[in-house]
């Protein structure tokens, strides 16, 4: 049995009209690759913008702006959200804002980096729930020259 095995595959090996070797692996990804489109940008409000989220533009909440759009890290944006913290009602004012926002920069980028950092805050102000922190931080980073950032910031 095991002579006839062999045999065949030196009959095989040598047989003319052989078929070409399969693609391998690289040349299957390759091959897929660049054939995978990026994800199509969408909108929501502002406050369900999660850690990680990139937007094309800041809202402008004080002027009634409500809905964001969310954009691909890897493509031009303006801001990524890096930070929700929870904050009390009492304490949702500039400098816990900016204390929460500031602190948590170097954490998620890996550097200070030049960044700027802006936030919205959501005041979701219940007051007849028993929550001592209604109030989100919501803290954006953004290229301190006014650039477009083009890759995420996290971990740089």
Do not use: K
Not at 118 to 144: E, F, G, H, K, W
Request: charged share 15%; hydrophobic share 40%; proline share 8%.
């Amino acid at each position: 049995m095991t002579i006839s095995a062999a045999i065949l595959l030196v009959s095989c090996g040598a047989h003319p009209t052989a078929a070409p070797p399969a693609p391998t692996i690289a040349d299957t990804v390759t091959s897929h690759s660049a054939s995978v489109p990026a994800p199509a940008a969408r909108t929501l409000p502002w406050f369900n913008l999660q850690v990680g989220d990139c937007v094309d533009q800041i809202p402008a909440v004080d002027e009634g702006a409500v809905e964001v759009t969310l954009v691909d890290c890897a493509t031009p944006h303006r801001a990524e959200v890096y930070q929700r913290a929870p904050v009390p009602v009492d304490a949702a004012v500039t400098d816990v804002a900016n204390q929460r926002c500031n602190d948590a920069l170097t954490a998620y980028t890996g550097s200070s980096g030049s960044y700027t950092v802006s936030y919205l805050i959501d005041s979701n102000q219940d007051r007849t729930a028993d929550n001592p922190l209604p109030s989100i931080v919501i803290c954006l980073l953004q290229d301190a020259g006014g650039g477009a950032l083009t890759r995420s910031a996290h971990g740089r």
